[in-house]
């Protein structure tokens, strides 16, 4: 083994203790609550199928369309048909391939702007609206009984090939169906057509307007929604115990960056923010106990700016300059929207609409030390392949080498790893071993109950909150102090938290 890799050993064997006794005091659940909860998300969720069936309707025309199909899907949002499907997945080379000892996705091909346009236009078909009409060969029925040689009527009964045995011709219009979406390059494009996932719809979001950004904005929520009730509502019911309390296992090796996930229910892919109304099933198992929460503010970006060494997201920090709206002036669209694309560049991302791709720009110059960065990283992973962090932790790159557009293979992980990987992975466990240690020595009745990404849970007893606060900033706060004391170097960019305290998860209010 490396010898730089002791000091991430000594923390996940240390992390492994901690996260043992979080999992066995778990988080209370208020199962009314739940209930409740699982009634309007299912309410809202036939609501919105209804509607976004309607719509659908109503820029297909007779077209029949099922939003649980992903062809169906592609077609509705971006008015286009694949003529070949097999020809599609050659020419864009999709599917999977192995790689090493893995199923990898296969390297997408790369095509200019001009190339891809044209590509998609000339293996696609433009969907216009129909109009259904009764089918004139079978009158409807779907079925023929075809005509003898001598000219009377035969006897048997096959498919009517003309309407496909649905009795229907939907003929079309001159008006084109669909949302009109435009794919912008090969990394939209899917078996099915192209992409119509949560990530793909929130990055175009920004561009669009009218029926399709009220489609899209629908259409994501209801995903959503589904998801919140398997992974959350179900996951949470079937894990509860006899004492109303779930304990969601950690796994500390199961991420490539060394991020946490959990399961038995899942607690870490939680919605960001603090809307997440399913948090609201999560109480004090204390009579009068609190839910406190400690946050550590714009981690990841801190954080690349701290390993890029980058003298303008010093600047940002300590001047507390709001990102989002800096993103916002320069696509040209809200704060909120604004989100999904601050940080993109962080990990490499590139690829988006010519709005996108403007601010992506504009990121490199003004962030030029991390965009060095970003090279730096490359290098080291085409040369060694692997790179290493700051504090020892190292990621193989096995397959690295340049491309012929100048980057190497595997770029986004390469730019990404570190960041994801130096804050959730060495940062915050050190700050949930120091509570720990902290807690246990001033022997507390309140309990950690859960860590999600950058952020603490602590279940609080109504005598402690004082001694719960306190502890959990002087935790927190603590990262230059154990950075130096487990690899040798002060973490130097200015750490931000936010303490929020409530009666459950969800309703919580600042310290
Ligand atoms: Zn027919």
Redesign the pocket.
């Known amino acids: 083994m490396s010898k730089s890799l002791v000091p991430t050993l000594k923390l996940s064997l240390e992390m492994t203790n901690v996260l043992s006794r979080v999992e066995r005091n778990g988080l209370r659940i208020n199962l009314d609550t739940l209930e409740q909860i699982r009634e309007e998300y299912t309410r809202e969720m036939e609501e919105l199928e209804e509607r976004l069936n309607d719509m659908a309707r109503e820029a297909m025309g007779d077209t029949p369309v099922s939003l649980t199909s992903p062809d169906d899907r592609s077609m509705l949002l971006y008015s286009r048909k694949v003529k070949d499907k097999k020809e599609w997945r050659r020419v864009f080379n999709l599917g999977m391939e192995q790689r090493g000892a893995t199923m990898k996705p296969k390297q997408r091909t790369r095509m200019s702007r001009g190339e891809f346009n044209q590509t998609v236009r000339r293996m696609t078909d433009v969907m216009y609206k129909t109009r259904g009409e009764q089918?004139p060969?079978?009158g409807g029925f779907?079925r023929?009984s075809p005509t003898k040689k001598d000219g009377t009527p035969g006897k048997a009964i096959r498919i009517?090939k003309?309407?496909g045995?649905t009795?229907i011709?939907y003929v079309p219009s001159n008006t084109v169906a669909g949302f009109k979406l435009v794919p912008t390059d090969s990394y939209d494009v899917a078996t099915a057509g192209f992409k119509t996932d949560k990530n793909t719809l929130e990055m175009r979001s920004s561009d669009l307007s009218g029926d399709a950004l009220e489609f899209v904005t629908a259409y994501t929520r209801y995903n959503a929604l589904r998801t919140y009730l398997s992974t959350f509502v179900e996951g949470i019911k079937n894990n509860v115990d006899k004492k109303e309390i779930i304990h969601p296992e950690f796994m500390q090796c199961v991420t490539a960056t060394g991020r946490l996930s959990s399961r038995n229910p899942n607690f870490q892919n939680m919605p960001r923010g603090n809307t997440f109304e399913i948090r609201k099933v999560v109480e004090s198992r204390f009579e009068d106990g609190l839910i406190l929460e400690g946050d550590y503010s714009q981690l990841e970006f801190r954080v690349a700016g701290f390993l890029a060494k980058d003298a303008q997201a010093y600047l940002d920090v300590e001047e507390g300059t709001d990102v989002h709206s800096y993103t916002a002036s320069v696509i040209g669209c809200t704060r909120q929207q604004a989100k999904a694309h601050t940080f993109k560049p962080l990990y490499g991302g590139v690829s988006g609409t010519e709005s996108q791709r403007r601010y992506y720009s504009a990121f490199k110059e003004k962030y030029e030390g991390v965009t060095e960065w970003h090279d730096r990283l490359q290098r080291e992973a085409v040369e060694k392949r692997y790179i290493t962090l700051p504090s020892g932790r190292q990621y193989a790159f096995p397959n690295a080498r340049w491309t012929q557009y100048g980057t190497a293979v595997g770029r986004t992980n390469i730019c990404n790893y570190p960041v994801q990987g130096f804050a959730t992975a060495d940062l915050l466990p050190a700050a949930l071993v120091r509570l720990d240690k902290l807690f246990r020595a001033a022997d507390l009745r309140s309990i950690i109950c859960n860590t999600v990404h950058d952020s603490i849970v602590i279940d609080v007893h109504p005598q402690e909150k004082d001694v719960c606060i306190k502890l959990m900033r002087e935790a927190m706060l603590s990262l230059p102090q154990e950075t130096m004391e487990r690899y040798g170097f002060r973490y130097d960019m200015p750490v931000g938290i936010e303490l929020k305290i409530g009666k459950n998860w969800l309703d919580l209010h600042d310290v």
């Open positions: 089918c060969k079978c779907g023929v009517c003309t309407c045995g009795g011709l």
